[in-house]
Structure formats: C-alpha cells, structure tokens
C-alpha cells in the first residue's frame, strides 16, 4: 500500500481535556502496511459531568482519516485510556469507576482499524486506575500496570496470555516503592509511570519529583520473585516530604536539586536496549515540612541500558534573545500538575537505521495573553519541539521547533509517539488547546483538536542555519531621493540580527552611523539638497557574536531644492548630552518651534532659550538619561532629529 500522510491533520476533538496526568500514553500506533491507528480520552459533554468520556479512536486507512467520532468505544463511562495492538486487532484499555470501586475496562476490535468493539471476557478483573500496557508485537500476551486506589498506595501488575479473556497474573502488588527503598507515600503519583516488555523481560517505571526515578525489571513475564529494582535517578534523601534541609553539601545554605517530574517516557529496541526519558525540574526545602519546584530551568533526562545514571539532555533556549530564557516564561507554573519547561516527552526509534527521535513540549517566552509574564494570572503558551540522535543518546541535535503555534495562541501538549519509525516517518498524536491547562485548573470547558503529523528527518533540522557575517551586504542602491532624503536599500541576510548603515558625504565632512532592523533605511529630511552622498553595510549576527566588515559603498545625489521647499540645515550639539543642547537652525529656519518629545510621544517641560538669532540651547539637566526626539517646525515643514541624553 502506498501511503500518502498529511501534516498537522485534526484527527478528532474533545471537550475533556486531560489526557494524561503524566506519563506518556499508548494514543498512536503506525502500522507496517502504512496504517494508522489513534486513540484519546474524549468527550462532547460540554458540562464538568462529562457524561459521555471514554475512549475515542480514529483510524488512517493509508489515503483518508476517518470522520471525526463522537461516541467511545466502551458500553460505559470511562477515562485515561490507551490503545494496544494485540495480534490482529486491537483493545483499548481505560479505568470505570462504580460505587467505590476501580476496576479496567478491555473492549476489544476485531481486526486493526475496525469499528466494532466487544467488551473481553476479562474486562473489569483488573483492579485500579489510570492503566498503562504492553504487548509485545505478533503477540497476544498483555501486561497492565495500575495504580491501585485514588489516592495510589501501590501499584498493581496484571498479565493476560490471551489477549485479556484471562489473567495469568491479577492484581499483583509490584515491590521496591515503598519507604523501605526510600519511596515516599506515592499518593501523588498519578500516571507517574509506564511499562514496556521485550521477551521474558518486563519493564516498570516509576518516579516522582521526590523519589528516586526507578525501573523495575522482571526476567520472567512478571512472575512474582523476578523483580528487580534499577536506580535512573537517584534523589539524595529517601523517604522525602521537606522535612529536611536540602543541603548537599553541609554547608548550612539550601541546595537545589535536580528531579524528574514525573512525566516519562519509555521504549525498548529490537536489540533489548531499553531508554527512558523525563522532564527535568528543580525543587529545594528549607526543612520546614514543604518543598519548592523551581521552573527556572529545561531539560529532558536520558537513560539508557548500561548506565550508571541518567544524563541531562540540554533543550534550554533563549527565545526571546535577551539572555535571560526564563524571563518571559508566565508566573503561573502549575499547569498539568508538575509539568517543567520542558516537558511530556515521546519517543521513537528507527531500525532502519537506529536514530532514536525525541520529542516534547516546551514553554515559549512572551506568549501569554496578557503580554506581560510577571502578571499573576499569565501563562505561556508551549510548542512541540524534537531533536534525535544518531548514537544512542550520547549527543542530540539541536532542538527544532515543530510547530510554531505558541507565539499564535495555540498550546500544544499530551503528545504520543508511535514507538517505532515507519518508512522514516515519526508519528505522533497531541492536543491542541486555545489555552495552556486543562478545566481541572479553572480553565473553561471548551473544545479541543487531537492532530496527527508524520513528521520527517528534514523536521528535525540537525544543523540550525548561521547568519553569514563573512562580507557586508551587497546589492546596494537608493530611491525616493529627494532634496532633503532617500531610502537605502540593500539585500536581506538570512538570519541576521540587525544591520550597521554608515552615510557619508562624498566632501567627508559629514559622517553617520546609524541601525536598521530591516534591510531598507528611509531618511525623510536629514540631506543637504544637490549632495552627494555614500553609504556602506555591516551585518550584525547576536547568535554567533560577531559582525560583518562593511560592504561595497553605494553613491547618490540628493535633488536640487525646490521652490518653497524647506530644506534641511539643522545642527544638535552635544550630542550625546547632558544639561545643555544646542540648536543651530538655517538661515530660513529662523523664528521656528523647538520641541523635545521622549520615545512615547510626551512632550517634555523643558526650558528653549534663544542665544543667537539661529542658536537656540535647551536646558535638559533635570530629564532622565535616555534617547530624545527632537521636532523643529517652521515653514510648514518638520525637521526631526533623535539626540541622547546621558
């Protein structure tokens, strides 16, 4: 079959929409034969009842999406589901609650993209909520992990050898999370984990901002007494609430120290390498019975087989360019519970070539709604972004943004990833909000799409564009020349920061430096009528740090002045200032207004004092240090000229 992907294809919406309260989901499946299976928490209820939320699944038959449903696939009120291929079909897994009891609801397809979905023989055995499965491919055997009660005091393992009729294991209390292995109460950790199998070996994990980051290993389907446990992250106090000072180094100070939020990530290899990745955020306590999350940094943890610990992927990045990148990150920071900058990560692997891809979500500067982050109701708004790797996990590409949506007001989170690359496509599945947070935060019921992209190798840029500083600009000439100015032109460089134009009369006597942003400048009534005049480029690039030699110098003559005309001979000295600034007018200037206006607009209350005919100073001691327009009106025109007080 040949298969003809769309990109950032709505594939459904939701007014429910919380898909996840951490870990990554099973919502995204690419199938060999170049099919696409996809599934999310839904709901059309547009009441906080939510009366019709269960599992909602949509299915790409290699040319066309299905239309958007409406209904879950389960008889009854569900949530937090996820799909699993077993075999030749598929079951969705989700939680049901009934009196005071959770049990996993198991409704089964009949064949990969079927719409008839039948309740399995084991349906409601498996106690506990919030599911995460496995079932290793060409395979019937699904294993389920749930948290036992809300709030979670253990979680339980199960295990079906056909497809969820039976159970070969039921409810099995998974070992090495409780405070003797230095595990604090696990009340708090909804979704905080994941399971993936390969063979005989089984695969939890677990971790919350204040534990260790753990991964429990069986050799033996699950079987009780083939668990093992496996340090990914080590949190330095066991058993931690804040009750302690985190003081690392016993030096009396409060230390901060890097965790795992709990939104995590797992996926194992053909070869039995198992990765695991997590959002990394910072929390301190000064021992008084709390602790603190810092979101004042961004990263995303890797571990893979082999390792002593987990290294820290960088995906800081200074998005608004000022040297701060976190300045512009909004005040509120608790959406989607602990989420950090860089968040909710997916993966996937390529065995064709064994590239392992990453993505995940991260905050973007200056993108709340009230453009202004220290406001206490701002929130940032994140886009997906993803790199990959080439040799394991031991060096990334540089992070690429791959949707670009923030900086419009769309929030992009709770993304999947299908496990593994098919036909060097990276699929993935998110929701797309018109706000960051879900209505469990305050947020409005409203709807929300679910996309789909098959993203490509050229998406994920692993060489980021320089801006080429090497010689100036070229392409040089003027226009709109008349008596007084011109417009400058000169031709765009990728990426630059800005540029340095220097005018210059061809007589020498008169210089000028001045900045564009753009790669025009227009000087409305600056010139001196029928003289020539030069100008030349530099390149500025903020990035790199450097700046371009000027470029060739370009010549022209301003136009005789005409009849009437108010040509320009104003002079402003000192210039930079300080107390005093003097004015020197033309001789047809005499008898003009002198203003001085500050970069808003307001007109400032100085003192203009007459000191010769065509001399006029301007007393400026008492205004701030900053940058000043200066106005001279006379003979219906307007001379302007920016002077700079110090």
Not at 216 to 237: A, K, M
Request: negative net charge; aromatic residues 12%.
């Amino acid at each position: 079959m040949c298969a003809a992907y769309t990109q950032s294809t709505i594939i459904g919406t939701t007014t429910y929409d919380v898909q996840t309260n951490n870990g990554s989901k099973n919502h995204v499946i690419a199938h060999d034969d170049g099919t696409i299976s996809a599934a999310w928490t839904g709901s059309t209820d547009a009441t906080s009842a939510f009366a019709d939320r269960g599992t909602f699944y949509n299915y790409y038959d290699g040319t066309d999406w299905g239309a958007y449903p409406t209904t879950r696939v389960e008889s009854v009120r569900t949530g937090f589901g996820e799909i699993t291929r077993v075999d030749d079909h598929e079951i969705a897994i989700s939680h049901y609650f009934t009196g005071s009891v959770y049990t996993i609801q198991i409704f089964a397809n009949d064949a990969i993209g079927g719409t008839t979905w039948t309740e399995t023989a084991g349906s409601d055995d498996v106690s506990g909520l919030w599911a995460f499965s496995d079932c290793p491919l060409g395979t019937d055997d699904v294993y389920i992990i749930t948290a036992n009660a809300n709030p979670p005091t253990a979680l339980y393992f199960s295990r079906s050898d056909d497809g969820g009729e039976t159970w070969a294991v039921l409810n099995y209390t998974l070992p090495y999370l409780t405070s003797t292995e230095g595990i604090p109460s696990i009340g708090g950790a909804a979704d905080s984990y994941q399971i993936r199998v390969n063979g005989a070996d089984v695969y939890v994990l677990f971790g919350m901002v204040n534990s260790d980051l753990v991964l429990l290993h069986s050799d033996d389907y699950g079987n009780d007494g083939s668990w093992e446990s496996i340090t990914v992250l080590d949190f330095p106090y066991d058993n931690f609430t804040g009750a302690v000072q985190t003081d690392i180094d016993a030096d009396l100070v409060t230390d901060t120290i890097g965790t795992a939020d709990g939104y995590h990530e797992m996926l194992i290899t053909d070869d039995g390498t198992v990765h695991v990745f997590s959002g990394y955020i910072r929390l301190y306590s000064d021992g008084f019975g709390f602790y603190t999350l810092n979101f004042r940094a961004s990263g995303i943890w890797h571990w893979s087989s082999g390792m002593a610990g987990a290294d820290l992927i960088d995906t800081e990045i200074d998005w608004s360019g000022d040297g701060n990148p976190y300045g512009g990150i909004g005040y509120v920071t608790f959406n989607y519970r602990n989420a950090a900058v860089s968040s909710c990560p997916a993966a996937s692997w390529d065995a064709s070539d064994g590239r392992l891809y990453l993505l995940y979500t991260m905050k973007i500067e200056y993108t709340d709604i009230y453009d202004d982050p220290l406001n206490f109701s701002a929130e940032s708004f994140r886009d997906l972004f993803g790199m990959y790797s080439d040799d394991g996990g031991s060096t990334w590409t540089t992070p690429e943004n791959l949707t670009n949506t923030a900086e419009s007001g769309e929030e992009n989170f709770f993304v999947c990833a299908s496990d593994r690359v098919i036909d060097g496509k990276v699929h993935a599945t998110w929701q797309q909000d018109d706000q960051p947070g879900h209505f469990n935060e305050g947020d409005a019921i409203h709807t929300n799409n679910i996309l789909h992209e098959a993203f490509t190798e050229d998406d994920f840029a692993d060489e980021v564009p320089a801006c080429d500083a090497t010689v100036g600009p070229g392409g040089l000439y003027a226009d709109g020349i008349s008596a007084t100015g011109a417009t400058l032109h000169w031709d765009a460089v990728e990426l630059a920061s800005k540029y340095v134009v220097n005018i210059f009369r061809l007589d020498a006597i008169y210089t000028k430096k001045t900045g564009s942003y753009t790669n025009s400048l227009t000087i409305p009534a600056a010139l001196i009528p029928e003289t020539t005049y030069g100008f030349r480029v530099k390149t500025v690039c903020y990035e790199e740090g450097i700046i371009s030699p000027y470029g060739p110098v370009y010549y022209f003559t301003t136009a005789p002045l005409k009849e009437g005309e108010f040509g320009q001979q104003i002079n402003v000295y000192p210039n930079p200032a300080q107390d005093i600034v003097n004015v020197e007018l033309g001789d047809n200037q005499k008898g003009s207004i002198i203003e001085l206006y500050n970069m808003l607009g307001e007109k400032m209350n100085v003192t203009v004092t007459n000191v010769e005919e065509t001399i006029s100073s301007i007393d400026v001691h008492s205004l701030p240090s900053g940058t000043y327009l200066l106005k001279v009106t006379g003979n219906d025109q307007q001379i302007h000229s920016r002077i700079v007080i110090e």
